[in-house]
């Protein structure tokens, strides 16, 4: 939904960028949420002890959360104990059958800053014995003036996930 990747880059973030940037995630929110009620056996019990945990966000507080035109910023986690974006597992393409894992996203992001900051926590939820095991990664936009070590686009694992989701700064 970017114009280009170049966008992002020291505050050239335009209107339309912030525009899109919003409709793709209460679209995707839309397109995910009314399959997740539908989940059985594994995916149901990862489902359930995840939203125990780490709360579902609702459209209208996902609306609120996300940029606008006059306020810019966004942060799933700011949300009382932080709030996550729950996507319906993919089938599987060969056999029609689900994974066996349930993705939660959230999002933060600052389109008022000189350098943008854009940073996703991904975290894929999979059932072990009686219990939900995470296994997650974050993806960030650069994050300073080109000099740093995380002046690029980039991709971590998280090997800590509810520190990394408890912290504001991700």
Not at 91 to 103: A, E, I, L, M, N
């Amino acid at each position: 939904m970017f114009r280009s990747y170049a966008s992002l880059s020291r505050g050239m973030v335009d209107d339309f960028t912030i525009q899109h940037f919003t409709k793709l995630f209460l679209w995707l929110n839309a397109q995910h949420q009314p399959q997740l009620g539908e989940l059985t056996g594994d995916l149901r019990f990862i489902y359930e002890k995840l939203t125990y945990r780490f709360t579902p966000i609702v459209d209208q507080e996902l609306e609120k959360c996300l940029p606008t035109l006059e306020n810019k910023k966004c942060d799933t986690l700011s949300l009382g104990q932080g709030h996550f974006l729950y996507l319906a597992p993919e089938p599987d393409s060969k056999t029609t059958k689900t994974r066996g894992f349930v993705p939660l996203l959230s999002i933060k992001c600052d389109f008022d800053k000189e350098t943008p900051e854009v940073r996703f926590g991904m975290a894929l939820g999979s059932r072990h014995n009686d219990d939900v095991r995470l296994f997650g990664m974050r993806f960030e936009a650069p994050e300073g003036d080109g000099t740093g070590l995380h002046d690029f686009y980039h991709t971590q694992m998280i090997h800590q996930f509810l520190r990394v989701f408890d912290e504001s700064n991700g």
